[in-house]
């Protein structure tokens, strides 16, 4: 148990304006390469204080086929690409949202989509697999998530030294009902690998809704650009602060975006606009 002085410890911490950081990549289906330039752009942020660092979605593998991913798959707890993640945490005493990695899922040809989060101690916190699973026949464009990924089933909230991280990935952006069952987040974290068919007409309507509806502050992590499978992806990472505000954006290409949080400004914010106190429906 806390006592007093501990609790006003953290409630001061947490009242401290901080820099998050969003990384974007363009991955390929080699995992060595792709861990070497999420180090490369982990340092970049780093370098320029961000304390708070998320990854995109499958940023250690975006292979040729569907099956690539199936076979680097990771057991719970071990592998390469987690040891990446809680070595790098460690290293650099920030906290990691891992984007999303394939992990062993209930059968031997599906992975479960999994995003990992990473203390400063590089101590796995949170785990969260991805709940909803994109199907696209559009076009040229076919997307069938559920041929190779197994749905998650638990919404995941993780209470850090910079507030309640509720944890998306992708498409679940597309189903507000996900983030109002996370109870008042601060931060909403989510790796995305948006198509550019798709992300160019509803990304940053998308990203911009959920951060004004929840009043927090979402870093939206994305691949950005052409992969050697043919794929396109959209990019424009970027972090939205609660009224809606677009504080920094990468369109193409690797790199990060950077901004501060001010939890007093969120603060202030939901005190002018209590709109979260007053809903009626599904409470």
């Known amino acids: 148990m806390l006592d007093a002085s501990s609790t006003q410890q953290r409630i001061a911490a947490q009242s401290q304006v901080f820099k998050v950081a969003a990384v974007q990549m363009a991955s390929g289906p080699n995992v060595d390469g792709n861990l070497n330039e999420a180090r490369r752009l982990i340092e970049i942020a780093v370098g320029q204080g961000a304390r708070l660092i998320v990854l995109p979605e499958y940023f250690p593998i975006m292979g040729m086929n569907e099956m690539d991913k199936v076979a680097v798959?990771?057991?719970?707890?071990s592998g390469q690409i987690q040891n990446?993640?809680?070595t790098t945490a460690r290293k650099h005493k920030i906290w990691l949202v891992g984007g999303s990695i394939?992990?062993?899922?209930?059968?031997?040809?599906?992975?479960?989509?999994?995003?990992?989060v990473y203390d400063e101690l590089g101590t796995q916190v949170a785990r969260y697999d991805k709940i909803h699973l994109f199907n696209l026949d559009l076009g040229n464009e076919h997307y069938h998530e559920?041929?190779?990924?197994?749905p998650g089933r638990q919404i995941v909230v993780v209470d850090s030294p910079f507030g309640r991280i509720g944890l998306a990935v992708c498409y679940d952006l597309r189903f507000p009902e996900l983030f109002r069952a996370m109870k008042n987040v601060d931060?909403?974290?989510?790796p995305s690998a948006f198509t550019e068919t798709t992300g160019k007409m509803h990304w940053e309507v998308l990203?911009?809704?959920r951060a004004i509806e929840n009043l927090a502050y979402v870093i939206a992590a994305a691949q950005g650009g052409y992969h050697l499978n043919g794929r396109e992806?959209?990019?424009?990472s970027m972090i939205v602060d609660p009224w809606g505000r677009v504080l920094d954006r990468l369109p193409r290409g690797s790199g990060i975006v950077i901004a501060d949080v001010n939890p007093s400004y969120q603060a202030s914010l939901r005190a002018s606009?209590?709109?979260?106190?007053?809903?009626?429906l599904n409470q």
């Open 273 to 280: 606009l209590p709109a979260l106190s007053h809903r009626i």
């Open 73 to 77: 798959r990771e057991q719970m707890g």
């Open 84 to 86: 990446f993640l809680s």
């Open 187 to 190: 931060i909403i974290a989510l």
């Open 102 to 116: 394939p992990l062993a899922a209930s059968t031997d040809d599906k992975v479960l989509n999994s995003c990992l």
């Open 146 to 150: 559920g041929r190779t990924i197994e």
């Open 233 to 236: 992806t959209h990019g424009n």
């Open 207 to 209: 990203v911009r809704a």
